[in-house]
């Protein structure tokens, strides 16, 4: 490990008290960065009830190994994004988050462009997401998981897969994909 413990580049993309950067991933090769802002106050007289929770500028960003912002996906949330992900060869990026009121989103990115090619919404929040390494398979995790398959830049709508009324999934078994 090199002595030299100065990181190579920092930011913060929307800086403001309370905002934080939730999740962070790299390319396969290093060459991309991307990450996904939160906002959540910690004091001790914050007001948790989702109603009253104001809303808050956060989003996802991609940076080259340089440092320099290749593209963001900003928007209004109650709280933010709580994962995202880059596949290993760096061509697609992924975020999951709640956007208010109990309100989930995930979200797929072409990671050369920052062009959104998937936009779908659950009723809970998605506390994280995951790419295979070249991008064709895209999986959330919230209240079930959920399995999206990519052929082109087309997303495939999700096979749900949740727990049965004995409260294990799937009955006990694995499934591959």
Not at 122 to 135: H, M, W
Request: aromatic share 12%; with cysteine.
């Amino acid at each position: 490990m090199p002595a030299n413990k100065t990181p190579t580049w920092a930011t913060n993309p929307l800086p403001s008290k309370n905002i934080y950067i939730n999740s962070v991933g790299i390319s396969g090769d290093g060459q991309l960065v991307i990450g996904g802002n939160y906002f959540h106050d910690y004091s001790p007289v914050a007001n948790h009830v989702l109603s009253a929770a104001p809303f808050f500028t956060v989003g996802i960003f991609l940076w080259n190994a340089q440092g320099a912002l290749q593209w963001q996906d900003t928007f209004q949330s109650t709280e933010g994004v709580y994962w995202v992900a880059l596949s290993r060869d760096g061509a697609w990026a992924a975020g999951g988050g709640l956007m208010s009121n109990g309100n989930g989103f995930i979200y797929a990115y072409e990671a050369a462009t920052g062009t959104k090619s998937l936009v779908h919404s659950v009723k809970v929040r998605v506390n994280r997401v995951a790419l295979s390494g070249d991008g064709t398979y895209l999986v959330a995790g919230a209240d079930s998981i959920y399995v999206f398959t990519r052929t082109g830049s087309t997303w495939s709508a999700p096979q749900i897969i949740t727990a049965d009324s004995s409260g294990s999934t799937l009955g006990g078994a694995c499934r591959y994909f």
